[in-house]
Protein backbone atom coordinates (compact mmCIF):
# COMPACT_ATOMS: atom_id res chain seq x y z
CA UNK A 1 0.00 0.00 0.00
CA UNK A 2 1.29 3.43 -0.73
CA UNK A 3 1.21 5.73 1.81
CA UNK A 4 0.20 8.48 -0.09
CA UNK A 5 -2.40 7.82 -2.13
CA UNK A 6 -5.60 9.55 -1.86
CA UNK A 7 -8.95 8.49 -3.21
CA UNK A 8 -10.73 12.03 -3.49
CA UNK A 9 -14.93 11.09 -3.54
CA UNK A 10 -16.33 13.98 -5.48
CA UNK A 11 -13.16 15.36 -6.33
CA UNK A 12 -14.24 17.62 -9.36
CA UNK A 13 -16.61 19.86 -7.31
CA UNK A 14 -15.98 23.06 -5.67
CA UNK A 15 -14.59 21.85 -2.25
CA UNK A 16 -13.08 18.42 -4.05
CA UNK A 17 -10.97 20.15 -7.09
CA UNK A 18 -9.14 22.71 -4.71
CA UNK A 19 -8.69 19.72 -2.53
CA UNK A 20 -6.81 17.92 -5.21
CA UNK A 21 -4.63 20.81 -6.19
CA UNK A 22 -3.18 21.02 -2.08
CA UNK A 23 -3.07 17.25 -2.26
CA UNK A 24 -0.60 17.13 -4.96
CA UNK A 25 1.23 19.99 -3.96
CA UNK A 26 1.61 18.11 -0.83
CA UNK A 27 3.30 15.43 -2.22
CA UNK A 28 0.38 12.64 -2.46
CA UNK A 29 -0.87 10.42 -5.45
CA UNK A 30 -4.59 11.52 -6.20
CA UNK A 31 -7.28 9.25 -7.52
CA UNK A 32 -10.14 10.74 -8.08
CA UNK A 33 -14.09 9.10 -8.52
CA UNK A 34 -16.62 11.53 -9.14
CA UNK A 35 -19.88 11.07 -11.20
CA UNK A 36 -20.24 14.14 -12.80
CA UNK A 37 -23.62 15.06 -11.61
CA UNK A 38 -23.15 18.29 -10.13
CA UNK A 39 -19.42 19.02 -11.81
CA UNK A 40 -17.27 19.47 -14.88
CA UNK A 41 -14.30 17.27 -15.53
CA UNK A 42 -12.77 20.68 -16.82
CA UNK A 43 -11.69 21.29 -13.08
CA UNK A 44 -9.58 18.33 -13.04
CA UNK A 45 -8.28 19.49 -16.47
CA UNK A 46 -7.27 22.37 -14.49
CA UNK A 47 -6.25 20.86 -11.34
CA UNK A 48 -3.50 19.42 -13.63
CA UNK A 49 -2.33 22.55 -14.78
CA UNK A 50 -2.25 24.66 -12.00
CA UNK A 51 -0.25 21.97 -10.13
CA UNK A 52 1.95 20.59 -13.21
CA UNK A 53 0.99 17.02 -11.71
CA UNK A 54 -1.82 14.55 -13.11
CA UNK A 55 -4.11 12.17 -11.36
CA UNK A 56 -6.31 9.30 -12.05
CA UNK A 57 -10.13 9.96 -12.49
CA UNK A 58 -12.97 7.57 -12.71
CA UNK A 59 -16.12 8.48 -13.11
CA UNK A 60 -18.16 6.50 -11.69
CA UNK A 61 -21.02 6.85 -8.78
CA UNK A 62 -19.86 6.13 -5.41
CA UNK A 63 -23.35 3.67 -5.11
CA UNK A 64 -21.77 1.48 -7.82
CA UNK A 65 -20.08 -1.13 -5.43
CA UNK A 66 -18.53 -2.89 -8.56
CA UNK A 67 -16.99 0.16 -9.57
CA UNK A 68 -16.03 1.16 -6.36
CA UNK A 69 -14.01 -2.59 -5.82
CA UNK A 70 -12.43 -2.27 -9.18
CA UNK A 71 -10.73 1.09 -7.89
CA UNK A 72 -9.60 -0.38 -4.62
CA UNK A 73 -8.37 -3.44 -6.78
CA UNK A 74 -6.42 -1.03 -8.99
CA UNK A 75 -5.09 1.72 -7.03
CA UNK A 76 -2.91 1.31 -3.51
CA UNK A 77 -5.27 3.62 -1.81
CA UNK A 78 -4.37 5.07 1.87
CA UNK A 79 -7.01 7.16 2.97
CA UNK A 80 -10.19 8.19 1.14
CA UNK A 81 -11.43 11.72 1.51
CA UNK A 82 -15.14 11.69 0.66
CA UNK A 83 -16.71 15.10 -0.65
CA UNK A 84 -19.23 13.28 -2.80
CA UNK A 85 -22.96 14.02 -2.12
CA UNK A 86 -25.62 16.41 -2.85
CA UNK A 87 -25.89 19.67 -0.89
CA UNK A 88 -28.68 21.62 -1.18
CA UNK A 89 -30.95 22.31 1.61
CA UNK A 90 -33.84 23.37 -0.47
CA UNK A 91 -33.70 20.71 -3.04
CA UNK A 92 -33.39 18.35 -0.10
CA UNK A 93 -36.48 19.26 1.16
CA UNK A 94 -38.45 18.60 -2.27
CA UNK A 95 -36.40 15.25 -3.21
CA UNK A 96 -35.47 13.60 0.58
CA UNK A 97 -35.31 10.22 -1.05
CA UNK A 98 -32.85 10.99 -3.22
CA UNK A 99 -30.63 13.26 -0.86
CA UNK A 100 -30.78 10.31 1.76
CA UNK A 101 -29.99 7.86 -1.63
CA UNK A 102 -26.72 9.60 -2.34
CA UNK A 103 -25.41 10.65 0.76
CA UNK A 104 -26.37 8.40 3.15
CA UNK A 105 -26.93 4.66 1.15
CA UNK A 106 -23.58 6.27 -1.13
CA UNK A 107 -21.22 6.11 2.08
CA UNK A 108 -22.60 2.83 3.14
CA UNK A 109 -21.54 1.59 -0.49
CA UNK A 110 -17.94 3.28 0.25
CA UNK A 111 -17.42 2.44 3.90
CA UNK A 112 -18.19 -1.92 2.46
CA UNK A 113 -15.67 -1.42 -0.18
CA UNK A 114 -13.15 0.25 1.97
CA UNK A 115 -13.77 -2.06 4.64
CA UNK A 116 -13.21 -5.19 2.48
CA UNK A 117 -9.67 -3.35 0.94
CA UNK A 118 -8.76 -2.73 4.25
CA UNK A 119 -8.52 0.62 3.98
CA UNK A 120 -9.48 2.10 7.10
CA UNK A 121 -8.55 6.14 6.83
CA UNK A 122 -11.41 8.88 6.11
CA UNK A 123 -11.65 12.07 6.10
CA UNK A 124 -14.98 12.94 5.96
CA UNK A 125 -16.98 16.46 4.76
CA UNK A 126 -19.79 17.39 7.25
CA UNK A 127 -21.44 20.69 7.91
CA UNK A 128 -21.92 22.94 10.60
CA UNK A 129 -25.80 22.24 9.66
CA UNK A 130 -25.50 19.35 11.93
CA UNK A 131 -25.89 21.57 15.11
CA UNK A 132 -29.17 21.32 17.10
CA UNK A 133 -29.69 25.62 16.40
CA UNK A 134 -28.65 27.03 19.68
CA UNK A 135 -28.91 30.67 21.08
CA UNK A 136 -25.44 31.90 21.45
CA UNK A 137 -24.70 30.94 17.43
CA UNK A 138 -21.36 29.90 18.55
CA UNK A 139 -21.01 26.15 17.73
CA UNK A 140 -17.99 23.75 19.44
CA UNK A 141 -17.58 20.38 18.73
CA UNK A 142 -19.43 19.19 22.16
CA UNK A 143 -22.78 21.27 21.22
CA UNK A 144 -25.69 18.92 20.82
CA UNK A 145 -26.13 17.35 17.02
CA UNK A 146 -30.04 18.02 15.42
CA UNK A 147 -30.08 18.90 11.76
CA UNK A 148 -33.47 20.82 10.96
CA UNK A 149 -33.44 19.45 7.41
CA UNK A 150 -32.84 16.19 5.35
CA UNK A 151 -29.64 17.34 3.74
CA UNK A 152 -28.51 17.95 6.87
CA UNK A 153 -29.58 14.92 8.49
CA UNK A 154 -27.99 13.17 5.92
CA UNK A 155 -25.12 14.45 7.72
CA UNK A 156 -25.69 13.63 11.00
CA UNK A 157 -27.01 9.65 10.17
CA UNK A 158 -23.35 9.51 8.29
CA UNK A 159 -21.47 10.69 11.35
CA UNK A 160 -23.57 8.18 13.53
CA UNK A 161 -22.58 5.93 11.07
CA UNK A 162 -18.66 6.13 11.02
CA UNK A 163 -18.73 6.86 15.47
CA UNK A 164 -20.63 2.96 15.29
CA UNK A 165 -18.03 1.97 12.80
CA UNK A 166 -14.83 2.84 14.27
CA UNK A 167 -16.45 2.10 17.74
CA UNK A 168 -16.37 -1.36 17.05
CA UNK A 169 -12.42 -1.54 17.16
CA UNK A 170 -12.67 -0.70 20.59
CA UNK A 171 -14.71 -3.76 21.52
CA UNK A 172 -13.09 -6.24 18.97
CA UNK A 173 -9.52 -5.09 18.00
CA UNK A 174 -9.37 -6.68 14.24
CA UNK A 175 -5.97 -5.48 12.55
CA UNK A 176 -6.28 -1.95 11.53
CA UNK A 177 -8.15 0.33 13.63
CA UNK A 178 -10.54 2.57 11.86
CA UNK A 179 -9.23 6.69 11.83
CA UNK A 180 -12.10 8.79 11.04
CA UNK A 181 -12.20 13.03 10.51
CA UNK A 182 -15.28 14.73 10.52
CA UNK A 183 -14.68 18.04 9.61
CA UNK A 184 -17.53 20.36 9.66
CA UNK A 185 -17.30 23.26 7.26
CA UNK A 186 -19.05 26.58 8.27
CA UNK A 187 -19.42 28.63 4.67
CA UNK A 188 -16.95 28.00 2.43
CA UNK A 189 -15.91 30.43 -0.17
CA UNK A 190 -13.17 32.39 -2.27
CA UNK A 191 -11.21 30.18 -4.83
CA UNK A 192 -7.86 28.92 -5.56
CA UNK A 193 -5.76 31.97 -6.06
CA UNK A 194 -5.23 31.57 -10.13
CA UNK A 195 -8.87 31.82 -10.78
CA UNK A 196 -8.65 28.94 -13.11
CA UNK A 197 -10.75 26.53 -10.22
CA UNK A 198 -13.58 27.91 -8.46
CA UNK A 199 -17.62 27.53 -7.69
CA UNK A 200 -19.46 27.10 -10.71
CA UNK A 201 -23.17 26.34 -9.14
CA UNK A 202 -26.04 25.14 -11.90
CA UNK A 203 -28.32 27.73 -12.39
CA UNK A 204 -29.26 30.45 -10.14
CA UNK A 205 -27.29 29.98 -6.98
CA UNK A 206 -29.22 29.17 -3.67
CA UNK A 207 -25.86 30.18 -1.26
CA UNK A 208 -24.97 33.98 -0.86
CA UNK A 209 -21.38 34.76 -2.28
CA UNK A 210 -21.88 33.40 -5.68
CA UNK A 211 -24.92 35.27 -6.34
CA UNK A 212 -23.39 38.10 -5.28
CA UNK A 213 -20.71 37.56 -7.87
CA UNK A 214 -22.99 36.89 -9.97
CA UNK A 215 -24.55 40.29 -9.60
CA UNK A 216 -21.62 41.80 -10.03
CA UNK A 217 -20.61 40.34 -13.28
CA UNK A 218 -23.82 41.44 -14.52
CA UNK A 219 -25.72 37.85 -15.11
CA UNK A 220 -27.77 38.50 -12.69
CA UNK A 221 -30.16 41.46 -11.38
CA UNK A 222 -29.86 41.84 -8.11
CA UNK A 223 -29.55 40.33 -4.46
CA UNK A 224 -32.38 39.81 -2.43
CA UNK A 225 -31.45 40.03 1.33
CA UNK A 226 -33.58 37.49 3.49
CA UNK A 227 -34.69 39.24 6.14
CA UNK A 228 -33.35 42.10 8.14
CA UNK A 229 -35.01 41.96 11.28
CA UNK A 230 -32.88 39.42 13.10
CA UNK A 231 -31.35 40.25 16.56
CA UNK A 232 -27.78 40.85 15.16
CA UNK A 233 -26.49 44.46 14.68
CA UNK A 234 -27.65 45.57 10.99
CA UNK A 235 -30.31 42.79 11.51
CA UNK A 236 -29.21 40.62 8.68
CA UNK A 237 -27.78 37.20 9.01
CA UNK A 238 -24.33 36.51 10.60
CA UNK A 239 -21.95 33.84 9.32
CA UNK A 240 -18.77 32.12 9.34
CA UNK A 241 -17.56 32.62 6.26
CA UNK A 242 -13.72 30.29 4.98
CA UNK A 243 -11.80 30.72 2.52
CA UNK A 244 -11.84 27.01 0.46
CA UNK A 245 -8.26 27.17 0.50
CA UNK A 246 -7.80 27.24 4.17
CA UNK A 247 -10.74 24.72 4.43
CA UNK A 248 -8.88 22.10 2.19
CA UNK A 249 -5.62 22.38 4.11
CA UNK A 250 -7.40 21.64 7.37
CA UNK A 251 -8.15 18.00 5.11
CA UNK A 252 -4.26 17.71 4.72
CA UNK A 253 -4.12 18.15 8.53
CA UNK A 254 -6.41 16.01 9.71
CA UNK A 255 -4.42 13.26 7.32
CA UNK A 256 -1.71 14.40 9.21
CA UNK A 257 -3.36 13.42 12.11
CA UNK A 258 -4.89 10.33 11.58
CA UNK A 259 -1.46 9.21 10.51
CA UNK A 260 0.01 10.70 13.69
CA UNK A 261 0.24 9.29 17.62
CA UNK A 262 -3.29 11.17 17.89
CA UNK A 263 -4.97 8.08 15.98
CA UNK A 264 -2.98 5.35 17.21
CA UNK A 265 -6.04 3.35 18.40
CA UNK A 266 -8.25 4.28 16.07
CA UNK A 267 -11.31 6.38 16.58
CA UNK A 268 -14.05 9.16 15.30
CA UNK A 269 -13.56 12.31 15.95
CA UNK A 270 -14.99 15.97 14.48
CA UNK A 271 -13.80 19.10 13.89
CA UNK A 272 -15.36 22.17 13.12
CA UNK A 273 -13.33 24.41 10.25
CA UNK A 274 -14.12 28.03 10.23
CA UNK A 275 -12.52 31.20 11.07
CA UNK A 276 -14.27 31.79 14.30
CA UNK A 277 -15.69 35.00 12.97
CA UNK A 278 -18.80 36.59 11.52
CA UNK A 279 -19.69 38.43 8.73
CA UNK A 280 -23.34 39.96 8.12
CA UNK A 281 -25.21 39.85 5.08
CA UNK A 282 -24.44 43.57 3.97
CA UNK A 283 -20.63 42.80 5.46
CA UNK A 284 -20.36 40.69 2.54
CA UNK A 285 -21.90 43.62 0.02
CA UNK A 286 -20.23 46.18 1.54
CA UNK A 287 -16.74 44.76 1.55
CA UNK A 288 -17.19 42.74 -2.31
CA UNK A 289 -17.96 46.78 -3.31
CA UNK A 290 -14.98 47.95 -1.42
CA UNK A 291 -12.79 44.82 -2.81
CA UNK A 292 -14.19 44.88 -6.30
CA UNK A 293 -15.24 48.63 -7.19
CA UNK A 294 -18.41 46.93 -8.40
CA UNK A 295 -22.42 47.75 -7.13
CA UNK A 296 -24.24 44.97 -5.59
CA UNK A 297 -27.70 45.88 -6.30
CA UNK A 298 -29.94 44.50 -3.39
CA UNK A 299 -33.36 44.62 -2.02
CA UNK A 300 -34.48 43.15 1.28
CA UNK A 301 -36.47 40.56 1.05
CA UNK A 302 -38.57 38.17 3.70
CA UNK A 303 -36.40 35.70 5.86
CA UNK A 304 -35.75 32.46 4.27
CA UNK A 305 -37.31 29.33 5.65
CA UNK A 306 -34.93 27.21 7.85
CA UNK A 307 -32.05 30.35 8.46
CA UNK A 308 -30.75 31.28 11.53
CA UNK A 309 -29.76 34.97 12.57
CA UNK A 310 -26.23 33.65 13.39
CA UNK A 311 -24.07 30.64 13.00
CA UNK A 312 -19.97 30.69 13.42
CA UNK A 313 -17.30 28.28 14.87
CA UNK A 314 -15.65 27.67 17.83
CA UNK A 315 -12.40 26.57 15.78
CA UNK A 316 -10.29 25.78 19.06
CA UNK A 317 -10.10 22.33 18.69
CA UNK A 318 -9.25 21.97 15.27
CA UNK A 319 -6.15 24.33 16.12
CA UNK A 320 -5.21 22.35 19.20
CA UNK A 321 -5.80 18.50 17.80
CA UNK A 322 -4.60 19.49 13.83
CA UNK A 323 -2.40 22.41 14.20
CA UNK A 324 -5.02 24.38 12.01
CA UNK A 325 -6.14 27.42 11.73
CA UNK A 326 -7.56 29.77 8.59
CA UNK A 327 -5.49 31.98 7.23
CA UNK A 328 -7.21 33.92 5.06
CA UNK A 329 -9.05 37.34 5.62
CA UNK A 330 -12.47 38.36 4.11
CA UNK A 331 -11.06 40.80 1.33
CA UNK A 332 -8.31 37.54 0.42
CA UNK A 333 -12.10 35.48 0.05
CA UNK A 334 -13.36 38.52 -2.02
CA UNK A 335 -11.19 39.02 -3.98
CA UNK A 336 -10.37 35.47 -4.69
CA UNK A 337 -14.05 34.83 -5.10
CA UNK A 338 -13.73 37.85 -8.01
CA UNK A 339 -10.50 36.58 -10.19
CA UNK A 340 -12.24 33.30 -10.73
CA UNK A 341 -15.74 35.07 -11.69
CA UNK A 342 -14.26 37.81 -13.95
CA UNK A 343 -11.70 35.04 -15.99
CA UNK A 344 -14.93 32.69 -15.87
CA UNK A 345 -17.65 34.52 -15.98
CA UNK A 346 -20.05 31.22 -17.64
CA UNK A 347 -17.99 29.17 -14.94
CA UNK A 348 -16.29 26.06 -16.71
CA UNK A 349 -16.95 25.19 -20.53
CA UNK A 350 -16.62 21.65 -20.83
P1 LIG B 1 -20.05 19.96 -5.18
O1 LIG B 1 -21.43 19.62 -5.59
O2 LIG B 1 -19.33 21.01 -5.92
O3 LIG B 1 -19.15 18.64 -5.16
C1 LIG B 1 -19.67 17.36 -4.91
C2 LIG B 1 -19.16 16.42 -5.99
O4 LIG B 1 -19.67 15.11 -5.74
C3 LIG B 1 -19.62 16.82 -7.39
O5 LIG B 1 -18.51 16.84 -8.27
C4 LIG B 1 -20.62 15.74 -7.79
O6 LIG B 1 -20.62 15.50 -9.18
C5 LIG B 1 -20.13 14.56 -6.98
N1 LIG B 1 -21.15 13.57 -6.63
C6 LIG B 1 -22.37 13.79 -6.10
N2 LIG B 1 -23.01 12.64 -5.88
C7 LIG B 1 -22.17 11.65 -6.28
C8 LIG B 1 -22.26 10.24 -6.33
N3 LIG B 1 -23.35 9.59 -5.90
N4 LIG B 1 -21.20 9.53 -6.81
C9 LIG B 1 -20.10 10.17 -7.26
N5 LIG B 1 -19.96 11.50 -7.25
C10 LIG B 1 -20.99 12.24 -6.76
O7 LIG B 1 -20.10 20.31 -3.62
P2 LIG B 1 -18.98 20.93 -2.68
O8 LIG B 1 -19.39 22.31 -2.32
O9 LIG B 1 -17.63 20.72 -3.24
O10 LIG B 1 -19.19 20.03 -1.40
C11 LIG B 1 -18.40 18.88 -1.15
C12 LIG B 1 -18.88 18.21 0.14
O11 LIG B 1 -18.80 19.15 1.20
C13 LIG B 1 -20.33 17.75 0.09
O12 LIG B 1 -20.40 16.51 0.77
C14 LIG B 1 -21.08 18.82 0.85
O13 LIG B 1 -22.24 18.32 1.46
C15 LIG B 1 -20.03 19.22 1.89
N6 LIG B 1 -20.25 20.58 2.38
C16 LIG B 1 -20.24 21.62 1.49
C17 LIG B 1 -20.47 22.91 1.97
C18 LIG B 1 -20.46 24.09 1.01
O14 LIG B 1 -20.87 25.16 1.41
N7 LIG B 1 -20.02 23.96 -0.22
C19 LIG B 1 -20.69 23.15 3.33
C20 LIG B 1 -20.67 22.06 4.20
C21 LIG B 1 -20.45 20.77 3.72
C1 LIG C 1 -26.52 27.05 3.46
C2 LIG C 1 -27.20 25.84 4.00
C3 LIG C 1 -26.18 25.00 4.73
C4 LIG C 1 -25.03 24.65 3.79
C5 LIG C 1 -24.45 25.94 3.23
C6 LIG C 1 -23.39 25.70 2.21
C7 LIG C 1 -29.51 26.59 4.42
C8 LIG C 1 -30.55 26.86 5.46
N1 LIG C 1 -28.28 26.26 4.90
O1 LIG C 1 -25.95 27.75 4.55
O2 LIG C 1 -26.78 23.80 5.19
O3 LIG C 1 -24.04 23.92 4.49
O4 LIG C 1 -25.48 26.69 2.59
O5 LIG C 1 -23.90 25.06 1.08
O6 LIG C 1 -29.76 26.65 3.23
N2 LIG C 1 -28.62 35.04 1.78
C9 LIG C 1 -29.28 36.13 1.26
N3 LIG C 1 -29.58 36.12 -0.08
C10 LIG C 1 -29.28 35.08 -0.90
C11 LIG C 1 -28.59 33.97 -0.35
C12 LIG C 1 -28.29 33.98 1.00
O7 LIG C 1 -29.58 37.08 1.97
O8 LIG C 1 -29.60 35.12 -2.09
C13 LIG C 1 -28.24 35.06 3.22
C14 LIG C 1 -28.83 33.93 4.03
O9 LIG C 1 -30.09 34.27 4.53
C15 LIG C 1 -27.76 33.76 5.11
C16 LIG C 1 -26.45 34.13 4.40
O10 LIG C 1 -26.84 34.90 3.27
O11 LIG C 1 -27.96 34.67 6.15
C17 LIG C 1 -25.66 32.93 3.92
O12 LIG C 1 -26.50 32.09 3.13
P1 LIG C 1 -25.93 30.83 2.31
O13 LIG C 1 -24.75 31.25 1.53
O14 LIG C 1 -27.08 30.23 1.57
O15 LIG C 1 -25.40 29.86 3.43
P2 LIG C 1 -26.16 29.27 4.73
O16 LIG C 1 -27.60 29.57 4.73
O17 LIG C 1 -25.37 29.66 5.92
Known amino acids: MDKHTVLVTGGAGFIGSHA ?16 LSNSKLESLKRVEQITGKTLQFYQADIRDKTALTDIFAKESIATVI ?9 ESCEQPLNYYHNNVYGTLVLLEAMSEANVKQLVFSSSATVYQPSETGQYSESLPLGAINPYGRSKVM ?3 ILRDVAAVDKIKPNGAPWKVALLRYFNPIG ?3 SGMIGEDPNGIPNNLM ?7 IGNLKQLSVYGNDYATPDGTGIRDYIHVVDLVKGH ?3 IEAIESDKFSGGGCKA ?5 GKGYSVLDIVNTFEAVTGRKILYQFAPRRAGD ?11 DKELNWIADKDLEDMIADTWNWQVKNPQGYVD
Not at 27 to 35: A, E, L, M, R, Y
Open 308 to 318: LAECFANPALA
Open 82 to 90: HFAGLKAVG
Open 191 to 193: AHE
Open 252 to 254: IKA
Open 20 to 35: CVELLQAGFNVVVVDN
Open 158 to 160: VED
Open 210 to 216: PYVSQVA
Open 271 to 275: YNLGT
